[in-house]
């Protein structure tokens, strides 16, 4: 018996906001700053202090409803979620329930199968909570996150796998990213996810219940989670089981999901319209001119690197999944006179891995675009080989400098003199004579390990093309 | 000359001129306050200190004669819901006993610009809940004018110290009729704002979508000069109004008569229960306010009959969700002895809040809850909603509405207490006001048995000009707020 996974993501996102949902207190890093130095009556719930709404939060909310593609309401409405918890300065948080800021969009992912739309059920605001710390018996809250404005996107139940749920996930971080909203710095906690899993068999409209998995911080925690939680709930099933709905935590480290509440526990969150704010109506007009404002969305730009680069749409695609990376791309391709394609090649292949490598991201890069075309320009005129250009690119990576005077330095020039690489290549064809009677013995595939060796010898410097002529040529000649 | 006879207009002149200073006078309250309020009990906290300061920084203004208002150097109190910096803000809880807020509520502030002087904190129903000071965490007020009587609440300290001469003026506030019940019961001049009027920031609150700060006087002239300082539009509470605020004093100096105004008798008020001498007491003003000449006319508030428990269902809900802060872990009681989270939350509730506190907390939280929030909350605000229609009704062919403020005089400490619904009823005529965020004003206008009765006006929204000149007028023709208990 088959099982498919249903699963809806909600998405919890920090808006960059300088000042918080409801009062007038800076947003700061809550992992470096010190604890409890921004907060005041308000965002500590002191008694008597009343909220006032941050017209800012609302614009960025709007953006990211428009982005998406959902009806921005005219008038919404800020309701209390009540529970008790020490994070929880008024023993409720003000969020939205039945009367939200926007419903109804969609998001658009790239899956193994095509490209597959995903509904999008509400986008609302609320604010942050404070953090809990725990040490030496005591627990410690630090008030500076509690009211920061955070946006909760809901997508219908359309995920069906782990990779789609990653897929959807980065895609949105990515369009945040565009729309300036988030700094998606996932460490940091500005992006928080929970996972809403049930199983069916496959073909089946049944719905099981389902359970809900929180504390997901990261797209690797997003993917084990469910994973991890699929394979549970099939288990189950499979031996005549009934799934409990409950809220699940998940323990990074161990890989696993474990029980936080049941059903019988869940909270009754008692919601109510927040008397303390009016209903939040919204002007038409305002609303028209941030649409207008709305920048290019990963989506529209992946469309014109593929029509303005000619680039493959997953091509494209890569480097529009990050806004930075994207830019990056452009003032390269902007500065080289080489095809858009070869650019991509460098930052997709070399590029990357040399970020990889050292941990870095493309936010640390100080690398000018315009010495990095310079560099792939190089090897287009043939001027070094691309081994030689991988080394100097490393090289400029890591300690900065002017590629020529690199290339210079490290005498790294390609040399076409054909006596200068038959030289190399008698001397490499000697030192190897097991090899070289492999090769004539019918063993082919050895000429790219001899070019590779000639390589190694000049340093790169070889011209490739002049290098496997004279092989073939000094290596037919030892047929004879 | 004794200065807690003098008007607030009187204090002025006096104060302005030199002739008495800020010092003088508000050692010559503080001194009262000391001698008379053990007896009444109106006072939960006398902050002398503050007050002397104040005063003495009064004076300094009157001599430099720089941004010089009615009220500097003039004494006040205030209901201890109004949070005040430095100064145990208690809402007569013992959650909140030894609690001392680190800002100021918008009110105080402004009071504050003005100049005046905080004399103290007035006691109150803990947290605004309930209709005689009996809720007190700490004690009851006593009723001036009969010392076996409730002053009517939960503004009671407020009223009772007004009514004694312990304070010129005070702020009261007033959820379900908690500025007005008492004025009546007091026999002082009380105004409940229109909702957004007077901001509520630092205002602690028991019904975030009912409550308004207003002041209790001697005369409606004297709340004018008070609801002018205090009134206005604040950015820190999102409910509250643009409009600007008018100068009430100068209108009511220039006012003459009551001609052109159309004044509605709504008869669903005029029923049984209603006490003979209130309903005679009553009925005599209006054909005062007739003689002023204001036409008279009856109306009907068709849907009177439910506000009583519309304003209790959403009452109880909104304060279950308020008093949710009260949780030990940051201000006020905390007790931590034992146990666990749950335990400091249990614990700390279970000490601090009284009886009634916990009955109201129960049954909001029981209102909200899944499954019941259709059947009570959402209905009680569509009827609410019926209730301020019938208002909005009533104001197309009359400017304000007079109806008694309470069926009785004030009752006997004790008399009510055991039964809760009992005590619910006796704010059967304030109630419907709440819900519609209109203004009303409570006047003395008569005695039965040495207790006086109050009557209410009540206007459209921001009428607050129109019900100061009714009830400025009727004063002077009557001397119903002239009169003072045997304590003063």
Redesign the interface.
Known sequence: MNYEPIIGLEVHAELLTRSKMFCGCEVVDSITAKPNRYIC?VC??????????NRKAIELAVRVGLALGCEIHAESIFA?K?Y?Y?DL????QISQYDQPLATDGKLLIETEAGIKEIRIRRVHLEEDTGKLSHADAHSF?DYNRSGVPLLEIVTEPGLRSPDEAKAYASALRAILRYLDVNSGDMEKGVIRFEANVSVRKTGSDQLNPRTEIKNLNSFRALAQGIEYEIARQTEIYSRGGIVEQETLGFNEAAGKTYSQRGKEDAH?Y???PE????PLVLDADWIHSIRTQLPELPDAKTKRFISDFNLTPSDARFLTSDLSLAHYFERVAASSKSPAKTVHSWIAGEFMRNLNDSGASIGDVTLAPESFAQLIDMVTDKIIGGNAAKIVLTELLQNGGDPAQIVKEKGLAQVSDESFIQEAVTKVLNDNPSEVEKYLAGKETLLQWFVGQVARATKGKADPNVTRDALVKGLEERRK | MKLHELSLQETHEQLSSRKISSAELTRAYLERVQRIDPQVKSYVTVSEDLALEQARQADERIKSGDGLTTLTGIPYSAKD???TRGVN?T?SSKI?EN?K???D?TAITNLNLAGSVLLGKNNMDEFGMGSSTENSGFFTTRNPWNFDRVPGGSSGGSAAAVAAGLAPFALGEDTGGSVRMPASFCGVTGLKTTYGRVS??????L???FDTIGPMARSAYDVSLVLEAIAGHD?????SRVESVQNYSESLKKAENLRGLRIGIPKEYFVEGLDKEVDASVRAAIKQIESLGAEVMEVSLPHTQYAIPVYYLILF??A??N???Y?G???GLSERTTGD?MDV?LKTRETGFGAETKRRIMLG?FA???GY?DAY?LKAQKVRALIRQDFQKAFETCDALITPVAPTTAFRIGEKISNPLDMYLSDVFVVAINLAGIPALSVPCGFSNGLPIGMQVMGPHLSEETLLRIGHLYQSQTDWHTKHPPCW
């Not at chain 1, 719930?45 to 909220?51: D, K, N, S, T």
């Not at chain 1, 008397?275 to 009016?278: I, N, V």
């Not at chain 2, 509520?200 to 609150?205: A, C, K, N, T, V």
């Open positions: 009556p500590t719930g002191q008694p008597g202090a009343l909220p006032v709404l209390r009540n008790f020490p300065p008024k023993g409720y809250i009754d008692r919601y109510f008397p303390d704010l009016p | 819901s109004l949070s803000t809402c909140l609690y807020p680190f800002y509520s509520r920031y630092g205002l602690i609150p019904v975030s979508s950015p820190k509470d999102g409910t809900a909104e279950s969700s008093l949710a802060k949780d872990v940051r201000f989270l939350y939280t909200l809850s899944a929030y909350y």
